[in-house]
């Protein structure tokens, strides 16, 4: 091993920090994205013309937010709020200053995709549920959530995985990680054993999550 990878050999304890730095930024931002793409889904999907709590003004909003912030390429991103990035955190280096952006280009892309999810939902199915007298608020747990569920459950798997590439870019500006070890050593001193081990370091993140999404998914259906 010592001939394949000879300074992935001696950046051991980095690469395990960097492998931690990673999952800690991808589960904290997903979280808390997860919650925010959740919320603003809904809002789109009901608050759409002929949703349940059609608002043409609050849905002209979101979806102009959210384009808008799905149009802003992250690595610009993270240059235009750095100044709100340091007022939150008191810094734009590492890896919770990194959960700022991360948040912000995330949850715009997990909103559109459990909107997507829920305009799948057989229409019929939530007439019935008005029909028979339900509100509003359990339509949205009784029916959107539950019978969206696996599209939902697939949705959060394709945001977690776009999550993983972001915090490389992210790696760019020093936030940590798998990315920063792949740009600032591997690439700037030419260490490509450390750049491939860190880009399959990722690959393998990508594989449990999208193993463990699909199996979810699947027994849900079920």
């Known amino acids: 091993m010592a001939s394949w990878i000879p300074n992935v050999i001696h950046m051991q304890s980095e690469f395990i920090q960097a492998t ?12 808390i994205a997860g919650v925010l793409g959740l919320a603003t889904g809904i809002l789109l999907i009901t608050s759409q013309p002929g949703g349940i709590l059609e608002d043409s003004f609050l849905y002209g909003l979101l979806d102009k937010i ?13 240059a235009v709020i ?23 280009g995330i949850f715009p892309f997990y909103a559109r995709q459990i909107q997507n999810a829920l305009t799948e939902i057989d229409p019929g199915v939530i007439e019935a549920a008005q029909a028979s007298g339900s509100s509003p608020l359990e339509i949205i747990f009784h029916v959107y959530l539950r019978e969206g569920l696996p599209d939902i459950i697939r ?20 936030s940590g990680g798998l990315g920063d070890i792949a740009i600032s050593i591997g690439y700037a001193r030419f260490e490509n054993d450390v750049t491939i081990v ?3 370091i ?13 199996w979810l998914a699947k027994r849900l259906e079920h």
């Open 66 to 78: 959210v384009n808008l912030l799905r149009s802003i390429p992250f690595i610009i991103l993270l």
């Open 82 to 104: 750095a100044p709100f990035t340091r007022y939150l955190v008191g810094t734009t280096i590492g890896t919770t200053a990194a959960l700022v952006p991360l948040i912000i």
């Open 20 to 31: 931690w730095e990673t999952v800690y930024m991808t589960l904290v931002s997903a979280v």
């Open 202 to 214: 990722i690959l393998v993140m990508v594989f449990i999550v999208q193993f463990a999404g699909d």
């Open 155 to 174: 949705a959060s798997i394709l945001t977690i995985i776009s999550l993983i590439g972001l915090t490389t870019m992210a790696g760019a500006i020093g």
């Open 198 to 200: 860190a880009m399959i």
